[in-house]
């Protein structure tokens, strides 16, 4: 059945269709627009007296040019790559807390730049904090952690560790609303 639908469809799509291409080709074709007149600037002799001047040797400028003397030197660096690399060993304290095993890739850090708290120790002074308050201070925390005192008095006073709450269940029958 479509094999028929087919053929009839080819049929009326190939009707005529040399007499419907041949009139298509013998159409005018539309012209395309005129040009623009264009005015070429290079062509006036004006013009041509200014890009002489411009492409002309200015003796002045270039004596000028000749006196200027520029002078240029690499900035002396005050230390050596092998104080830096001794001072970054300096900057470094070891961790004083680590997670047991090796979830989520920590285990594999071993110290942390002076003035930084991994997320482990940050917790812990945190968590110090809250339990005990008059012995973890910021000053406290700050020499624990070498941390600066303002940096440590922001840490207490705007992180705050999340509280855990666990709510026991209710023993008492819940009153049940039963349809009609």
Request: with cysteine; hydrophobic share 30%.
């Amino acid at each position: 059945m479509s094999n028929m639908g087919a053929r009839v469809a080819r049929m009326f799509r190939n009707f005529n269709l040399e007499n419907r291409v041949y009139r298509e080709i013998c159409k005018e074709k539309p012209e395309p627009a005129p040009r623009h007149p264009v005015h070429n600037p290079s062509c006036s002799p004006g013009v041509t007296e200014k890009s002489d001047s411009i492409h002309q040797k200015n003796d002045p400028l270039v004596s000028l040019l000749r006196s200027v003397y520029v002078e240029s030197r690499d900035p002396v660096t005050p230390e050596t790559p092998k104080q830096v690399s001794e001072q970054k060993e300096e900057d470094r304290r070891p961790l004083k807390f680590s997670l047991p095993g090796d979830p989520y890739g920590l285990v594999d850090i071993t110290d942390v730049p002076k003035g930084k708290l991994s997320i482990v120790e940050a917790l812990k002074a945190l968590n110090s904090h809250k339990r005990e308050p008059k012995t973890w201070t910021a000053e406290k925390v700050a020499l624990e952690y070498s941390l600066n005192a303002k940096d440590a008095k922001a840490l207490l006073e705007f992180f705050i560790p999340f509280d855990v709450k666990i709510i026991p269940p209710q023993t008492e029958k819940l009153k049940q609303i039963k349809g009609s």
